[in-house]
Nanobody
Framework: VQLQASGGGLVQAGGSLRLSCAASGSTVSRYTMGWFRQAPGKEREFVAVFRRSAYYAQSAKGRFTISRDNAANTVYLQMNSLKPEDTAVYYC???????????????????WGQGTLVTVSS
């Protein structure tokens, strides 16, 4: 599967953005889909994942929503109440066989999109 992330940009603190991850070569319903992010000088960080249910990093709970549109073969990350600390490159990921205990480890995800930059100004 190939993943193409889009929707990043510059937004003021408190604003919203919706990231999209369009898949090609296979259908998103066959995969566990997720989002990671990487801020400058920091390691990649788990944000959210969707299989049959959604799971979120503590930093994303209550503000971010991951969803999947099988007809569009796309996964979304709706981000509300954005904070400057949300500034990062956001990557969508996919894996067909990843288990729950490995969701937070980037080494266990086989497919990565190219990343989209989100910048939140204070």
């Amino acid at each position: 599967v190939q993943l193409q992330a889009s929707g990043g940009g510059l937004v003021q603190a408190g604003g919203s953005l919706r990231l999209s991850c369009a898949a090609s070569g296979s259908t998103v319903s066959r995969y566990t889909m997720g989002w990671f992010r990487q801020a400058p000088g920091k390691e990649r960080e788990f944000v959210a994942v969707f299989r049959r249910s959604a799971y979120y990093a503590q930093s994303a709970k209550g503000r971010f929503t991951i969803s999947r549109d099988n007809a569009a073969n796309t996964v979304y990350l709706q981000m509300n109440s954005l904070k400057p600390e949300d500034t990062a490159v956001y990557y969508c990921v996919a894996d067909a066989g990843i288990i729950f205990s490995s969701y937070g480890d980037p080494r266990h995800w086989n497919y990565w999109g190219q990343g989209t930059l989100v910048t939140v100004s204070s």
